[in-house]
Structure formats: structure tokens, C-alpha cells
């Protein structure tokens, strides 16, 4: 009787190991495989550069998911930064080094755009000492580079992209300069493009280190609905701001472009050489801010306007720096003495208040490097606005013809 009642006790294991191993197979038998999801690789958004300098709206466009696949630049030493930074390294892009009065919209559209790719966006900034704050009284009002801001829209209207952004200085805005905005609004208007109201932007607003306004304007194609918020919101502002709005970030201070050395040899580590007259005189000019008038620095020609007040003085590092010019190294054009060193700033230096990364090189010695740099849309800033010009293409959509 025991046994009996061992091997009924055993068969009746094995069978209920057998029903619970079945169980779970039968029940995934009728399962439905998962549907995976299909991944397509997102078309690239096309981008040329007009007016490109050593770059920085370049890289801002390339930080902020577009493909530049060309640019125009005829300064050689600019020319070669920009080949150095952003060609070599990705080969993606073309560098036209051709004076832009002379070169012909068609020879982009047809080297880029012939078949089925499309221009998305053309991004640029015209020469603007024409329109300089600089150029005193009516100065500027026959520059001929004044007229860049026209060709600039003569590209526009052969590539056709759904969007384009131009930049410029304040000064285009002043009322000698109206003709010119007068009739980029009109041209914009007969191809197809609804032009924004202009806008002046600060880029300490941005997160960048330093007092910048310019002059912003964004261009779309009619039959385009652009699904971004323009200008996009700023993300930065001063305590009275702050109070306002919680969730601003305060201004980034100069300090932070002093806080870290330069990379172990870095060729733009290097700042102007100075007399020792004048190195005497920056020891007298008090550290964090402080001004020519202070430092006993007093030239007849100071005494003959109440202008440019600010040159020969040091950084506040407290504060956002000064607005990097095409002089930014040259401490006798505006306020560009080392907070507490005594000499002016380094290009280095210059370049990070214009946020372009440490491992950005500029080519062709110190003047030349300041001025690509003082020419430059702040890299930080133009992927602020770049990256809210690539939400409003990927997410609007062409119009349906009525």
C-alpha cells in the first residue's frame, strides 16, 4: 500500500511538472511577437553661411543640429580659421573665398541644391562699420558696404529657404541707414517672405559673458508655417529681472572668462606688447573696473569730447564684459585692460567673452584674430536662436495651396 501510494504520489508530480513547464509555452505560442518601432533617420536641415568670418554662427548653426554645406568668406586669415575649426575636422561644408559682390547666387544653388536637396535656412551677418555706432555724425550713410545687406538678400532669393536670420549692429536702425532696412523689407516682401519685426537682442540675456546688443531679423517663406517662438525667450537678466521672473538665471560675470588658464600651448594665448610707459600706467588703474581718468591717462584728444570713456580701463570681472569689437585686444580702443594683470586681454580670452570653445584656433596673428573675433556672433547666442529656428522648421509644415 505504501509503495503504490509512493509511485501515485510521484506520477502525480511529474504531471503537474509537466503541466506548469506546458503552461507557460502554450501561453507564449499565442503571444503576439512585440511590433518594434520603425527608426528613420530625420533628413538633414541644409544651411549656407553668408558672410561666414572665422565662423561662429557656423558652429552655433552646427551646435544646433544644421548642416552647413556652405559659406562665403573672402578674408583670407578669417578664411583659413574657418577652414581650420570647421572644415578639416568634419568635410561637410564648402568655403567659397570669393569677394560675395562677385560671386553668383546660382553657382550654390547648383552646386548644392540641383537635385532634391533644398536650402533650409541662409544665415549671415553683412559687414556692418557702415552702420557702426563708432562712426560719428552722418559717417557711414555712402559706405559701400552698406549695400552687402542688400546682395545678402540676393542669395536669399535664389536659394529660397524656408527661413533665413540676418544680424547686424544697432546703428542699422538709425534713420540715415532707413533706405537700406526700407528696401530689405520690400525685397523680402516680393520673394515670398514674411520679415519679421526686427529685433534688438543682448546676449548677457543669453548666457553670454558680455554686453552685446545686436540687431536680429528672421525671414519666412510664405507658404511655410514656422512653429517657433521668435525671438525665443531670454534665460539670463539682472536682480530686477530675476524678481520678476524665478526662473531666469543671473548674468554670466566676466570672472568666468578668467577663472581657468588657457590650454598648455595654446598659439592664442597671447596678448598686445606694451611699452613700459603704459604697463606703469595700468599699475596705477585700480583693479575690477577702473578707468583711464583714474589711472592719470589723460591724451589731448580726451579732452576734446566726453566720448569713449572706457578706453585704456580694466574688466569688471563682477560684471558681463564689454562688447568684444574688431579692437578687443587693443586696450587703447575701448575697456580691454586685464582685470588685475597689467596688460590687455588675450585673444584666449577675447574668445571665450565671444563663447567659442577653447579648442577654436584663429589664424593669422593677433590683430587679425581680434578682429575675426570682435566680427562674430557669439557662438552661445546663435545656438540659442538656431536652436528655436530648427524646432519651428521640424515642427511646422508647408502650407496647402488654397
Known amino acids: ?13 511529474r504531471l503537474s511538472l509537466i503541466h506548469a513547464l506546458n503552461t507557460p509555452i502554450r501561453k507564449l505560442k499565442k503571444r503576439k511577437p512585440p511590433v518594434r518601432a520603425q527608426t528613420t533617420a530625420r533628413k538633414p536641415l541644409l544651411c549656407v553661411d553668408l558672410f561666414a568670418g572665422a565662423g561662429g554662427l557656423s558652429l552655433a548653426a552646427k551646435n544646433a543640429g544644421l548642416t552647413v554645406v556652405a559659406a562665403v568668406e573672402k578674408d583670407k586669415n578669417a578664411g583659413k580659421t574657418y577652414s581650420a575649426n570647421l572644415i578639416k575636422r568634419a568635410k ?56 552687402l545687406v542688400l546682395r545678402y ?16 549692429v544697432p546703428g542699422i536702425l538709425w534713420s540715415r541707414h532707413k533706405p537700406f532696412l526700407d528696401e530689405f523689407y520690400k525685397r523680402g516682401k516680393r520673394a515670398g517672405y514674411v520679415v519679421k519685426p526686427w529685433v534688438v537682442l543682448d546676449a548677457r540675456d543669453y548666457g553670454v559673458p558680455q554686453r552685446r546688443k545686436r540687431v536680429f531679423i528672421l525671414g519666412i517663406r510664405k507658404d511655410f508655417n514656422f512653429n517657433g517662438v521668435w525671438p525665443p525667450p531670454a534665460t539670463h537678466g539682472d536682480a530686477d529681472a530675476l524678481l520678476e521672473n524665478p526662473k531666469l538665471q543671473p548674468w ?26 603704459m604697463v606703469e600706467v595700468f599699475k596705477a588703474t585700480p583693479k575690477n573696473g577702473g578707468s583711464r581718468s583714474q589711472s592719470g591717462r589723460i591724451l589731448p584728444c580726451h579732452t576734446e569730447h566726453d566720448g569713449h570713456t572706457d578706453v585704456y580701463g580694466r574688466i569688471d570681472s563682477r560684471q558681463p564684459g564689454p562688447t568684444m569689437t574688431t579692437a578687443c585686444i587693443n586696450p587703447s580702443k575701448g575697456r580691454f585692460v586685464h582685470p588685475t594683470k597689467n596688460h590687455g586681454i588675450t585673444i584666449r580670452e577675447a574668445a571665450r567673452f565671444q563663447t567659442f570653445p577653447d579648442s577654436f584656433t584663429f589664424e593669422g596673428g593677433l590683430t587679425a584674430a581680434g578682429a575675426q573675433i570682435g566680427n562674430a556672433v557669439p557662438v552661445l547666442l546663435g545656438k540659442v536662436l538656431l536652436k528655436e529656428v530648427v524646432k519651428g522648421i521640424r515642427t511646422g509644415k508647408r502650407k496647402k495651396k488654397s
Open 1 to 13: 500500500m505504501v509503495g503504490n501510494a509512493a509511485q501515485k504520489s510521484q506520477k502525480n508530480g
Open 92 to 147: 561637410k561644408t564648402t568655403l567659397y573665398p570669393e569677394d560675395i559682390r562677385k560671386l553668383k547666387p546660382q553657382k550654390l544653388t547648383d552646386k548644392h541644391f540641383s537635385g532634391t536637396a533644398k536650402c533650409d535656412v541662409v544665415l549671415g551677418g553683412p559687414p556692418c562699420q557702415g552702420f557702426s555706432a563708432h562712426r560719428i555724425k552722418g559717417a557711414g550713410v555712402d559706405d559701400p558696404r552698406n549695400d
Open 153 to 168: 538678400f540676393q542669395f536669399v532669393a535664389a536659394l529660397k529657404p524656408k527661413v533665413f536670420l540676418m544680424e547686424n
Open 252 to 277: 554670466i560675470t566676466a570672472a568666468t572668462v578668467f577663472s581657468t588658464p588657457a590650454p598648455p600651448d595654446d598659439a592664442n594665448d597671447v596678448h598686445m606688447q606694451h611699452s613700459e610707459r
